[in-house]
């Protein structure tokens, strides 16, 4: 997501509950549905009991990059006109790499913490330092997560940004996008970080869903 980030007003949740991928079992009792789906990249376990999932927890990494421009010119001995560029096949020595974790956690529809932990670095091995976003207050209480394959669940608030171990920015709007239950983004306003992320978010996998019990809802093939 680049350029500008939009301050949401509430919450949005699409919830699909629906048969996705080649295999598919259900089982019916007492009106609980559980359905097991098979996705080329996932396995997702999901119970409904008429009432969205409104207490769990998520987690996962972050590995993302801030580029600092999409194009390099063309060489010389290639140049057909003065404005002829080519995408990058080499990203500049000045493109950041980031690499971190990030935690969510929900209890009874209200979102009690959200943090993500990363450190910056240029490729080239520059200007190394770190990032916490945390103290995350959300606009709207009325988080409700099913846990779908084809969901998703957009959460905006403000939030603190440290700059190593100390807080830069305070109360930063903030957007976080969690994507079929499988990638998250992380959107912080540009205009009250000093655009210190370029305009660019910040890009993460999930890990783990459990539900309030510590069950597993969602798991993945292992590297």
Not at 189 to 206: A, D, E, K, L
Request: aromatic fraction near 6%; hydrophobic fraction near 35%; charged fraction near 10%.
């Amino acid at each position: 997501m680049l350029g500008m980030i939009v301050s949401f007003a509430q919450i949005i949740i699409t919830p699909q509950f629906a048969a996705y991928g080649q295999n598919e079992s259900l089982a019916a009792t007492n009106n609980t549905m559980t359905t097991t789906m098979h996705t080329p990249n996932s396995t997702l376990t999901a119970t409904n009991n008429s009432t969205a999932i409104d207490t769990f927890s998520a987690e996962g990494s972050i590995g993302s990059l801030i580029l600092t421009n999409m194009t390099l010119s063309s060489p010389s001995n290639n140049v057909t006109s003065p404005t002829t560029s080519t995408p990058a096949s080499l990203l500049p020595g000045k493109t950041f790499v980031l690499s971190g974790y990030w935690q969510l956690k929900v209890d009874n529809g209200n979102v009690t913490s959200f943090v993500a932990r990363f450190t910056k670095v240029h490729i080239d091995a520059t200007n190394r330092h770190t990032h916490e976003i945390a103290n995350f207050t959300s606009s709207n209480n009325n988080v409700s997560l099913k846990p779908n394959v084809n969901g998703t669940t957009l959460i905006s608030g403000v939030s603190d940004v440290a700059l190593n171990n100390a807080t830069a920015w305070s109360d930063v709007n903030t957007t976080i996008i969690v994507n079929d239950l499988s990638t998250i983004t992380i959107s912080l306003n540009p205009s009250t970080t000093s655009n210190h992320f370029n305009g660019q978010s910040i890009y993460g996998i999930v890990n783990a869903l459990k539900d309030k019990g510590g069950n597993q809802l969602i798991s993945f093939p292992s590297i």
